[in-house]
Nanobody
Framework: QAQLVESGGGLVQAGGSLRLSCASS????????MSWYRQVPGKQRELVAS???????NYADSVKGRFTISRDNAKNAVYLQMNSLKVEDTAVYFC????????WGQGTQVTVSS
């Protein structure tokens, strides 16, 4: 059964760092494009960062220079290193995998306090 499980969310002060992890199982991870999205109540889910199966990275303008996406195909995992966090980064963060099929994780809450 295909599954994406996020972890690493929590409460952090502005300026701090968090590292999100997404562990996958049951999907063809090495041929999947992987992404992190985030969503706040009442707003659409937005793309934060993506990494293709070839390793090309893309970031939302709001996180460029602060967030880094990476993947480990041997561990079937994708990560999001978040530095210099801002209050406006507060959201539920979701892992997303896309190959022939698409998969979403259940999300992990990130709360940045001022």
């Amino acid at each position: 059964q295909a599954q994406l499980v996020e972890s690493g969310g929590g409460l952090v002060q502005a300026g701090g760092s968090l590292r999100l992890s997404c562990a996958s199982s049951g999907i063809s991870f090495s041929i999947s494009d992987m992404s992190w999205y985030r969503q706040v109540p009442g707003k659409q889910r937005e793309l934060v960062a993506s990494i293709t199966r070839g390793g090309s990275r893309n970031y939302a303008d709001s996180v460029k220079g602060r967030f880094t996406i990476s993947r480990d195909n041997a561990k079937n995992a994708v990560y999001l290193q978040m530095n210099s966090l801002k209050v406006e980064d507060t959201a539920v963060y979701f892992c997303y995998a896309n190959n022939r099929f698409s998969y979403w994780g259940q999300g992990t809450q990130v709360t940045v306090s001022s």
